[in-house]
């Protein structure tokens, strides 16, 4: 078993939880943008604007994005551990994976929220 300390939790149980409740969050708001262009009249600016002005589509939103990153982080994580046995060449994926989610996060958040 490999113990690290870039594992999310330093706990496969923990891990394995996040991936499935992540994948379930991931899979709710999928269900939800599908429903919502299946259902709506007419998707224009305006209306994707006033979905998105509702506060619990920004807290959903949100909740996703934070789904999004400890997902990628716990999958690939698991991958580089598995695959990529050169401690450093390790360490150069798994940072390489963290800045891009950091990224995807901090673009994620400025958009939703405005900031």
Do not use: C, P
Not at 9 to 35: N, P
Not at 49 to 65: C, D, E, G, R, S
């Amino acid at each position: 078993m490999v113990t690290s300390i870039t594992s999310l939790s330093r706990s496969g149980l923990l891990d394995w939880l996040m991936q499935r409740v992540s994948a379930v969050v991931l899979a709710s708001y999928t269900v939800f943008l599908f429903g919502y262009f299946l259902f709506a009249s007419e998707v224009t600016y305006e209306t994707w604007q006033a979905l998105f002005a509702n506060f619990w589509v920004k807290i959903f939103t949100l909740a996703t994005l934070l789904s999004l990153v400890g997902h990628i982080w716990v999958g690939m994580w698991t991958i580089a551990t598995d695959y990529v046995k050169n401690a450093w060449a390790r360490f150069l994926v798994l940072s390489v994976i963290a800045l891009t989610n950091f990224i995807y996060f901090v673009v994620g958040f400025s958009a939703v929220w405005g900031v």
